[in-house]
């Protein structure tokens, strides 16, 4: 989640290069009691939408098949990346209550090409259903949920753990100026008929 399209933005190629300032943002999905991150759920397949620069992962969890898929809208004035899950029931029965969750982490400090971590901070705006990180480097990113999530969390709430123990995200609004702030959303979608599929999107840009 680069600043600038170039890995040198100036013609000092020994010295200045362009930020990189996503560390890590995916999904995560909790079926019942039984709850995981994507990143530890094996993948069935991986790689390009036929025809497109989307990228598109395949996994299976408790009976549901959970697709991710990753990409740049062309339609957005700032750097942009849209994520999208859409999770299907491909089983004959009614699945378990389904909650899908998400996680986003950004460095917006002033290192190069890996910006620094202190003093960042995330708050909440309910009005627009976004979360708004900025940090020492002077850029700000927005987290944008187009659908409005059952709850949002961030930093010292971090959604990571609260996954990780099969809980709910814990609202909050306000991480303080702080060391490596993240941020989370959870969709609460219930259980889900045989044949059912249900999906969510959120949108990161930055503002460099």
């Known amino acids: 989640f680069h600043e600038h399209i170039y890995k040198y933005p100036t013609s000092d190629i020994a010295g200045t290069q362009t930020r990189d300032f996503l560390h890590d943002a995916y999904f995560g999905i909790r079926v019942g009691t039984e709850a995981a991150w994507l990143t530890e759920i094996p993948l069935d397949e991986a790689g390009y939408v036929p025809g497109t620069g989307i990228l598109r992962t395949a996994q299976t969890f408790r009976g549901l098949l959970v697709e ?3 990409f740049a809208p062309w339609n957005v004035a700032r750097p942009a990346l849209a994520m999208v899950v859409r999770v299907t029931n491909t089983g004959g029965s009614p699945s378990g209550a389904v909650s899908l969750f998400t996680i986003h982490n950004l460095h917006l400090g002033t290192g190069r090409p890996d910006p620094d971590l202190d003093g960042e901070r995330i708050t909440w705006n309910g009005t627009a259903g976004a979360y708004v990180e900025t940090g ?7 987290v944008l949920s187009p659908s409005a999530p059952s709850r949002h969390a961030c930093s010292p709430n ?3 753990f609260a996954v990780n123990d099969g809980t709910d ?6 991480s303080g100026t702080m060391w490596d702030a993240v941020s989370g959303f959870q969709y609460d979608l219930g259980p889900l008929s045989a044949g059912a ?12």
Do not use: C, K, M, Q
């Open 169 to 174: 995200l814990v609202d909050t609004d306000d």
């Open 136 to 142: 020492t480097g002077g850029a700000a990113a927005v």
């Open 158 to 160: 971090n959604p990571w």
């Open 197 to 208: 599929s249900v999906g969510r999107v959120v949108v990161l840009a930055l503002d460099s």
């Open 68 to 70: 991710s898929y990753y």
